[in-house]
Structures are given as structure tokens and as C-alpha cells.
């Protein structure tokens, strides 16, 4: 799908930016390791993707992730001792701006701002379709191995936006959040987040929207406000397809929180037309 | 899994779930946050199953997967109020496990066969509830139930014991 095709694609009914401070998207599955397989075939699994994704790096691995529902929110991070682990691989483009990660139960799609940052965001739709054939042919791979398909139990959508603060008034959160505010008292730093339920039409819990919000400086010394909203769950089937309709509702869900939790003096600012 | 780096501060560390980045070393270590007695003996109890030895039961068996391990252990934070007794976790033969609680009030077995997939039974002494078999998913919430009531007695006792 072209990125034209893509913009006609998008739902009527989102909010829409000409200008939005975007940074980065990430899509991604968390599955079942596939049986058969062992690290030794990750090489393989770069072949699939190798003529797009021509260069490879190699980063620690991503721990199993799981919103579960009950009396309260699971608390922090986990992580137990053990011995061996897969490693996680970046496929990377030549310009680096998409990458394939990969590992033994997980495969992910980001889209990142590079460069002098000018490169434009492709659109969702764009990048669901390429995440499906890249999902498609994983499964493929793996079913080659053991006759198994993708046993999916995580879905996990990720809008990162960086909002640079181009003079001092602009460093008073509420500038930019509706749900933050210090009064007239300057902070030096701060960081705001949240968690909610996503439920499905039944009223079923079905994952999780996490928000969050925090100051810092970006690599070109820069003040900015990150602000980040993730949407995590399981899909209603462990299949591709179903974990792409979990994607795509976690999709919409982000792109209408994030215009109901910024300013009006934001939304002027990125030039919303939707 | 964001891959932009960015600098907080060093007052701010961020809670972030999705930051996954580790520094040097290859291998995983434990960095929890235990608020509860329970959950810090739980989390000691799963750290043994991952580590049995394969066919660690005299056969075949394989040593409690680190995925079913993480999974159980967030299963438990919905079910397990602040002052919850603490489970028996025990291996299956699979990579799977389960979790049991035993007391005077009743019953309750929790099979980890995979995430997603669990098998919850219980039975109660005290009130006449037959014993009751569902199958669940990620959504605890009725478990959360069946424990308050079947161990309600267990805290007494420790209570009264204190």
C-alpha cells in the first residue's frame, strides 16, 4: 500500500494534525515460543525480511508482558533470574527510519523519526498492512518448522510524541496537557502517568491504555515533553488476524485520547483539520 | 518498545512499561517491587521452578517456562489482596504449573497451562458450595472471590495469632 492509499484509507471519524508531534510507532505481537524453533535459526528468520531490512543489530531481549484483570493493576516490573536468553534483533533499513525487532515470542514494527527529522510518518494504515505480510510470513516460517501457527497472547499499539518547547511558556504543562497543571508554580521536571481499562462490547476487560507524560531534553539538547500512550492486551483469538483488529482498535482509542487530553493551544499549534 | 532515547533527569526514573533496554549484561535479574508478603514469596517460589533441572522429576519433565512464570505472577497480583495467604506453587511436567491454596474453609487449584489459559477449580467446606471448574482467560476477577472466601479463616488465625 502507498502512503497515498494509505491517507485515503484513514478513518473519517479520528482527529487529525497536518502537523502532529510524532515520533515514533510501534506494533507488536508477543507469542508463544514457536515449537521447533532455537536461536540458531534466527538468521532464517532475517532472510525473510533481509532484501527491505538489509541491516541487523543485536539488543538484550524483551520481557514477557501480560495485562491480567482482578482486584488491582499489576504493580512494577518483573524479572526473574535465568539462565540463556534469545537475543532481540533490530532488521533495519538503510535509512533507518523502520525496523523489524524480533525474538524467539515477539515481533515488532516501529517507524521512527531520523535524521533532521523532516522524514514523514507513513500512516497507520501503511504500516498494518506491511506488519501483516511481515506477520504472515514469520507464520509461514514457523509453521514450516513444527506445523504450528502463531499462538499470539499480547498485542501492543505505541504512539511516542515529542513536543519541543520553543520558548518559555511553552514550558508550563498545561500548556499542552488538559490534565496537568501546577498552578502559578514553575516545576523543574515532572513525570504523569495513567492507566485504564479497555473494554471490549460486552464490557469485557480486554487490555490496557497507558499514558504518559514527562520533561526531559531530547539528543539535540532540546526541552521536551514526551508523551506516550500505549494500548496492551490480548487478542480475542490467538490469530494474526485477530491481532491486527486489536491493533487497529488500539489505534483508534489512542488517536482520540490523545486529542481529548491536549490543549486547544496544541491542537492550533500542530494544525488540526480533524 | 520505544527506541528513542531520552533524557529525564537524574531525579526520574522512568515507571514506563514498554522500557525494555538492559545494559551489559546477557543475563535477566529480578527487579520487583514487593508490597505484599505474599508476592515476595511467591516471586522466590517461581524463581526455583524456572531453574529445576530438565527432567528434574526423574523423566522428561521440563522446568516451569520463564513465560508461564511471568504470567502467574500477574494472575496472582489480581487475585491476591495486600494480606492474602501465601500459594503453593507447584511444577507440571510441561513448562506449566499450578498454584493452590488449602485451608480449613476450602480449596483452591489454579493451572497455569499457558498464558491465557487457565484452569481454575475450587470447592468450599463451610458453606455446602459444590466444587466449581471454569476455564479462563486473563480476566480474574471471580478468583479474586473464591480466594477471599477460602481463606478469610486463614487470616483470621494468623491475626489472632499475632
Redesign the interface.
Known amino acids: 500500500m502507498s502512503n497515498t492509499a494509505a491517507i485515503s484509507n484513514r478513518p473519517d471519524h479520528l482527529p487529525d494534525f497536518n502537523c502532529p508531534p510524532l ?2 510507532v ?1 506494533l ?1 505481537v508477543q507469542f ?2 514457536p515449537k521447533g524453533y532455537q536461536q540458531i535459526y534466527a538468521g532464517e528468520v532475517w532472510n525473510l525480511y533481509r532484501k527491505d531490512y538489509p541491516l541487523v543489530e543485536e539488543q ?13 493493576a ?12 534469545h537475543d532481540r534483533f533490530w532488521f533495519l533499513q538503510t535509512e533507518g527510519d523502520e ?1 523489524i ?1 524480533f525474538q524467539n ?1 515477539r515481533l ?1 514494527h ?1 517507524w ?1 523519526k531520523v535524521g533532521d527529522r523532516s522524514n514523514p510518518y507513513p500512516r497507520f494504515e501503511y504500516m498494518i498492512a506491511k506488519y501483516r505480510n511481515e506477520l504472515e510470513q514469520l507464520q509461514t516460517y514457523m509453521i514450516g518448522l513444527a506445523s504450528d501457527a502463531l ?1 499470539i ?2 498485542c ?1 499499539v ?1 504512539y ?1 510524541n ?1 513536543i519541543i518547547v520553543e520558548n518559555d511558556d511553552e514550558l508550563k504543562a498545561s500548556r499542552w496537557f488538559r490534565f496537568i497543571s501546577f498552578g502559578d508554580t514553575e516545576v ?2 515532572f ?1 504523569a ?1 495513567f492507566r485504564e481499562i479497555v473494554r471490549d462490547e460486552a464490557g ?2 480486554q487490555g490496557r491504555l ?1 499514558g ?1 507524560a ?6 539535540s539538547g532540546q526541552r ?1 515533553f ?1 508523551f ?1 500512550l ?1 494500548v ?3 487478542p480475542k483469538e ?1 490469530k494474526i488476524e485477530s491481532a491486527l483488529e486489536f491493533l487497529s482498535r488500539g489505534r483508534e482509542l489512542i488517536v482520540k485520547r490523545f486529542a481529548e487530553l491536549t490543549s486547544d493551544y496544541a491542537h492550533t499549534k500542530w494544525e488540526r483539520c480533524k | ?9 537524574s ?2 526514573n ?5 522500557i ?4 551489559g549484561s ?8 514487593p ?1 505484599q508478603v505474599w508476592h515476595g514469596e511467591a ?1 522466590g517460589q ?2 526455583k521452578l ?2 529445576l533441572q530438565p527432567g528434574w522429576d526423574g523423566y522428561q519433565a521440563e522446568p516451569v517456562s ?2 508461564n ?3 502467574a ?3 496472582l ?5 495486600d494480606d492474602a495467604p501465601i500459594p503453593q506453587i507447584v511444577p507440571g511436567v510441561s513448562g506449566d504449573l499450578q498454584i493452590e491454596w488449602h485451608t480449613l474453609q476450602g480449596d483452591i487449584e489454579l493451572h497455569v497451562k ?3 489459559d487457565v484452569r481454575a477449580w475450587h470447592s468450599q467446606f463451610t458453606d455446602g458450595t459444590k466444587a466449581e471448574e471454569i476455564d479462563l ?5 471471580e ?2 472471590a473464591w480466594v477471599k472466601k477460602v481463606t478469610e479463616s486463614a487470616i483470621a488465625i494468623t491475626t489472632a495469632t499475632a
Not at chain 1, 538484550?60 to 488491582?72: D, I, K, N, V
Not at chain 1, 504493580?75 to 540463556?84: C, E, H, R, W
Not at chain 2, 482467560?137 to 476477577?141: A, E, G
Open positions: 515520533n515514533e510501534t507488536g508463544a515460543q538484550a531481549p524483551l520481557e514477557p508482558t501480560f495485562e491480567t484483570f482482578g482486584l488491582s499489576p504493580s512494577g516490573q518483573i524479572k526473574f533470574v535465568t539462565g540463556a536468553s525496523l525487532q515470542d515488532l516501529n521512527r499462538a497472547n499480547q501492543e505505541s511516542i515529542h523543574d521536571d513525570k502517568g469485557k476487560p497507558i504518559e514527562v520533561s526531559g531534553r531530547n539528543q521536551v514526551v506516550t500505549t496492551r492486551g490480548a490467538p | 518498545m520505544r527506541l528513542t532515547e531520552i533524557d529525564y533527569g531525579s526520574i522512568s515507571l514506563n512499561a514498554n525494555y533496554q538492559f545494559s546477557r543475563e535477566r535479574i529480578l527487579l520487583t517491587e508490597v516471586v517461581l524463581e524456572v531453574h520463564f513465560t512464570a511471568t504470567f505472577l500477574r494472575m497480583e489480581s487475585i491476591c489482596g499457558a498464558p491465557n482467560t486473563f480476566d480474574f476477577i478468583i479474586a
